[in-house]
């Protein structure tokens, strides 16, 4: 396969024009932050974490969704990105109420980590302090919605993976949430399968088997990764 | 019907006009129907009836002809003379001076308080005198119902000298000429936009005709759909045939229900004609019009979310690239243009691009719609060259503000745009001068603002808007405008200080370069000019530091 040559952080790599500024970051050991990526999921630059500046494009682009292009020159690290990265990390711990203390996820948890990443000491803005459900109606898992940051990790694994779709979106804005069904408990739903994938797939300690406690979560968003990959495997 | 059944039908129905001595158009555009314009219709055509004057005058539902605000309106043609606030007792005083006797009833004339007399003829009125209708140009002299009415001004002759006398290559390269920019807001050029989508190879592409209009304060496109929807038709056709696609979605939002009914209706008549469906006017070219009805999200205007509107999925845009030129409608290369945009493509068709890119600016070619709103004489809908002063929109057109105010500023572009202040009133109304004010073109909403205006509520106002009608995908519109709106309200209510206002400017900066689609990306900018215009309101509401 023809292959391109990309310049990235003034360093040059030779790629495959399929893969997108992402993949390739990651194949190369650069760091790139990301919170709504998960590899074997589609791809929907949401989070906004994995922004990178692209020469002769007066926008920032998302890595996850942005292949690369012949001579393309691109800087992922630099002042303002690491700035704004730290703003998104603020707002998404303002947003809705993650208080690391008691969560199931402390010590394991994506956001927790993006947190030390960005060198979060404190958040400027005030919390928005939500009045959000705990769903603790499935007889195995719960959904906590103080501790989703609407990645949509669960609603893609659940569709794409699964193929149950039990997981969707309601309202707009700051007013968001996953909902299971049309809006139903999630022990109501018709269309989970209780495959637990999702809550695999979920980032922080939104999404937890109901057996455990404080800190003892424990999650492996690579099965998802390797499930797919095998499938495309035997295809 | 074939090319020469049309042309025989566009002559009959020019010699009908022909023989009527006079026409009587009573407005029926969504905004003089709610003060009253259907009973005015209904007793005019009782009337002109029972005095069997039906063979000499006819009496037709027209859309929108412009001044909206001294609606309802009626205007008598070929005097066009308009007559503002009828109702069906001072009716009876058109009917016996005007329409008997032949004389025009001086106190109803349209009259705005500014303007020293009243016009007979409506034409010299600065309002109609200052504006050049190309998009809304038959808009308001015909019956939007009526198909016939519009082969009466020569409709669907563009379409047939596009699929007979013109390649799809020429009809693109006439479109490049007019150099015509999108009418959405963001100023692509349109040309530019059919040759890419040309351009990829596919069986299956797609027209799509962008009425999702949700500028608060903007009602251009709903004036068009309503008052001319067999243009905006042509226009799609016309499209379709360049870049080779063979079915279009008209998305229109579902808060314009009559705009909806009168292009449904269009799509039915324009069908019987065989100007839509197999063969259009017995060619090769086929192509067919669907109405897709939006459910209300102000994002679904972004393309991408319109898209996946259409699709069936959820309302939520996505990042660009690929753009819908490459991958747009389930995955095939699609067009999408605004209301306006296509519009205006029959017109320069059948005229060509050159006599188009004549009226403007160097860098905006041809007309531009706005819709008037706020402290303004006249409001309603206008459309002037491209580089038309907004001194002269205002002032002139506008007739001024109400009750002889001072100005203070006018808000373009709705919640993605910004304000214009006083000192800029000499500013040329196209795409660059308005974004190097801080301001944008966008899709034509025009608010004018008295000193009576708080510079800091309008930017709450706007922020709010943005906040609710965020799709909540990506974490800086959805986070991003909740906090600058909290922000706001702070400054508003004289709780905010200094950090605060340094915030707010961090924020509206990050918002704008990361948000994912253009609703995130120009929230800010409503904050950000009046900022820029107006720093000393912030600065006044701010708590001292003790």
Redesign the interface.
Known sequence: MNKISVIIDEKKFDVDPQKTILEVCRENGIEILTMCHLKGLMD?????LC?VEVEGIN????AC???VAPNMVVKTATD?IK??QR??TE??F??RNHVCAVCVSNGKCELQNLGYKVELDHI???H?FPQCEVDTSHPWYVMDHNRCI?CTRCVRVCNEVEGAHNW??M??????RIISDFNTPWGQSTTCTSCGKCLHACPTGAIWPKAIVQGQLEKNPVMVTELVERRKMKL | MNRHELQAMVEKAKEKHKQLKHKICVCCGASCISSGSEEVLKKLQNEIKTRGLENEIEVVPSGCMGPCNQGPLVKHLPENTIYQRVDCENLDRIIESQIVEGKPVEDMLLFADSREKPFVNANEDPFFKKQLKIALKDCGDINPEEIEDYFAVGGYQALDKALYRMTPEEVISEVKQSRIRGRGGAGYPTGLKWETVYKYVSPQKYVICNGDEGDPGAFMDRSVLEGNPHRIIEGMTIAGYAIGASKGFAYIRGEYPLAIKRFEQAIKQATKHGLLGKNILGSPFSFEVEVRIGAGAFVCGEETALIASIEGKRGTPKPRPPFPAESGLWGKPTLINNVETFAAIAPIIQNDGEWYSETGTAKSAGTKVFALAGKINYSGLIEVPMGTTLREVVFEIGGGIQGGAEFKAAQTGGPSGGCIPAEHLDVKMDYESLTSLGSIMGSGGLIVMDKSSDMVDVARFFMEFCMDESCGKCVPCRVGTKMMHDLLQKIYDGKATQIDLDRLEELAVYVKETSLCGLGGSAPNPLLSTLRHFRQEYESKILKEA
């Open positions: 929907i630059g949401a989070c906004r922004i926008r920032l682009l998302s969704t942005t292949k303002r700035r704004y703003i998104t707002l998404f303002a947003e400027r803005y005030p928005l609407m969707d979106v309202n707009r804005g700051h007013q968001v």
